[in-house]
Structures are given as structure tokens and as C-alpha cells.
């Protein structure tokens, strides 16, 4: 990696992946692209993702090696526009694909726990099993790892991605996604607010910190391609806990949190089909994957980095 664009920089991940990107190839060397402008950043550009003249010129201009296409509606968004998600989340990762083909790119998306179904193992989730997803989400999230393989094996392409589990960070929100809730506890108990949990108190699912999420980006984009039997997707897991636990992970720290429930049907049912805890040997044995954060160290860390954003 080089040259490197980020197209869907403003969300969850593309901020900070931007400034962590930055920080190791150099400033000029990564453009931030997003669909919302505004940005005093000089290397910024402000680009529809499904406009693939304007990506394939951006690319083009930069002299781009590397594209990290993370544009997504989330799964509780897609859920209420279907037609929508696939346009958005297939659309994004289509121009992606053949603009790598043409200017010769490697290309990183992240697949999700959203694209395994009901039918596969919820505990140490297998790196290949059933997978038949019931969200649209999930049905793009399966197909874009089908075709970012067949564009390797077919054309070539370097396509590299990960199964991130529910990711927890302190900078941007995310928004639209089922374990949204995981982020959204923190700012509730900093804030003196009464936390309203739209998911059961026994619903395990994976969860992952930024750290973690920064460095299998770029571990995985570094690896050698000779050890990559897999590409898309790895598993990466890193911790598992349910409402309940994560609470009682705060209440150590704020022991006045408290938390209700008012279960969100569609959180209910989309949480309901996806793993516990997925297994995660084949990134290990891969390209060397090993999260650093567990529960206890990201609960202490995220009360602390975000407590001081929040003035706290
Ligand atoms: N965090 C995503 C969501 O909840 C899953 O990848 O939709």
C-alpha cells in the first residue's frame, strides 16, 4: 500500500481508519472520499461512490494502488429499505471491483457476523459454513464476498476482507446497525442518562474495539498473499458479551448506569440469526491475527477517551 483511497470516510470506521492510515503512509498519501463535504482537509474528496467516472477519476489522478471501499447502509437501516441497501452496498463495491480491475488496485471490504444465517453454528462460528442470511444486509454482505473471490480468481484483483463483528469506538457514531447499542450504553452512562437496550438482556454477540478493527485492516492488507487461502472473509473475534454484561462491565466503573429494556423487533429478529462468537483460527494461522482488547481493557478505555471528548 502506497496510495490509498477511502471511499465512505466519514462513517464509523473511515475516520479513524483515515487518521490511522495517515499516520503510517503519510498524509498525502491516503484521500478521504465521502458523499458529505465540507471537510477543511486538503486531502479530501467529496464523491458519490456509486458515481463510478468519479471514483475511477479519483483513482485515476491520485494514482491510487489501494481502495478501501467501506460504504454500507448498516442492518437495521436495510432492513427498512432493501431495494435501497443492495443498490447503495453492491453499487459501492461493483465500481470498486472494476475500477481495481482497470487501474490495477487492491481493494479491502469489510464483510460482518451479518452474513452468517440462523443455520450456522453461534458458537465458534466456523470460517466456512452455512451461510444463508435472513437481512438484506447479510444477502449483500455473502454476495460481496462471492464476487470480491471471483474477481480474484477471474481477474486477478488483490481482494482482501474480514467478518468484523459489532464495532465499538469512541470517535464517530455508527448508525443504522444492530449492535449500535454497544456504543451508544457508553454515552448514556457518561452522560447521567437512563440507557433504553433495544436487544434482549441474554443476546450474546461478537464485538470488537477500533484498535483491534485499525490493525487487522492493515495487517491483513500487508500480509503475503502467498499465506491467503481465504481472502473473503476472515472471522476476527476478538470479545462476546450480552447487554447484561457490558452493563455490569460500566457499573464498575459508574455504578449509577441504569438500563431498561425496550426490545426493537427488528434488532430482535436480525441479532437473533447471528453468531455468539465466531472462530477466528484461520486468520490467526493466515496472516498472524491477535486482537490486544478484551472486555475489561476497551470498557476502561472507552469510559476514559470518550468521557474526555465528552468533557466528563
Ligand atoms: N455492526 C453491523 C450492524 O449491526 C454488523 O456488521 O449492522
Redesign the pocket.
Known amino acids: 500500500m502506497k496510495k490509498i483511497l477511502i471511499v465512505g470516510a466519514g462513517g464509523q470506521i473511515g475516520s479513524e481508519l483515515t487518521t490511522h492510515l495517515r499516520g503510517i503512509y503519510g498524509q498525502h498519501n491516503v484521500i478521504a472520499a465521502d458523499i458529505h463535504g465540507d471537510r477543511e482537509d486538503n486531502d479530501f474528496v467529496q464523491l458519490d461512490a456509486l458515481d463510478a467516472e468519479a471514483v475511477a477519476k479519483t483513482v485515476r489522478e491520485n494514482k491510487i494502488d489501494t481502495i478501501f471501499n467501506l460504504v454500507a447502509l ?3 437501516t436495510g432492513e427498512a429499505n432493501p431495494q435501497k441497501a443492495w443498490r447503495v452496498n453492491m453499487g459501492a463495491l461493483m465500481n470498486a471491483l472494476e475500477i481495481a480491475r482497470e487501474y490495477n488496485c487492491a481493494v479491502f471490504t469489510p464483510s ?3 452474513a452468517f444465517g440462523p443455520d450456522a453454528p453461534k458458537d465458534k462460528t466456523p470460517q466456512d459454513t452455512p451461510m444463508h442470511p435472513t437481512t438484506i ?1 447479510g444477502v449483500c454482505k455473502v454476495t460481496g464476498e462471492l464476487l470480491s473471490n471471483y474477481y480474484h480468481q477471474r481477474f486477478g484483483v488483490d481482494t482482501r476482507s474480514v467478518r ?1 463483528p ?2 465499538i469506538s469512541s470517535q464517530a457514531l ?1 448508525g443504522g ?4 447499542y454497544a456504543v451508544e450504553i457508553f454515552y448514556a452512562a457518561l452522560k447521567g442518562e437512563k440507557f433504553v437496550c433495544p436487544v434482549p438482556h441474554d443476546r450474546f454477540m461478537d464485538m470488537i474495539y477500533m484498535p483491534d478493527v485499525l490493525n487487522a485492516m492493515v495487517q491483513l492488507m500487508e500480509a503475503d498473499p502467498s499465506r491467503l487461502k481465504h481472502r473473503n472473509g476472515y472471522n476476527v473475534a476478538s470479545m462476546s458479551f450480552s447487554p447484561e454484561i457490558i452493563c455490569a462491565e460500566i457499573r464498575k466503573h459508574i455504578p449509577s448506569l441504569e438500563m431498561v429494556y425496550e426490545i426493537d423487533p427488528v434488532k430482535d429478529a436480525i441479532s437473533e440469526g447471528w453468531p455468539n462468537l465466531m472462530d477466528d483460527s484461520v486468520a490467526r494461522a493466515e496472516w498472524d491475527w491477535a486482537p490486544k482488547w478484551g472486555l475489561s481493557e476497551m470498557t476502561t478505555d472507552m469510559l476514559e477517551v470518550l468521557g474526555k471528548r465528552l468533557g466528563k
Open positions: 448498516l442492518s437495521a460482518s457476523i451479518g444486509y468484523l459489532g464495532v455508527p446497525g444492530t449492535t449500535d
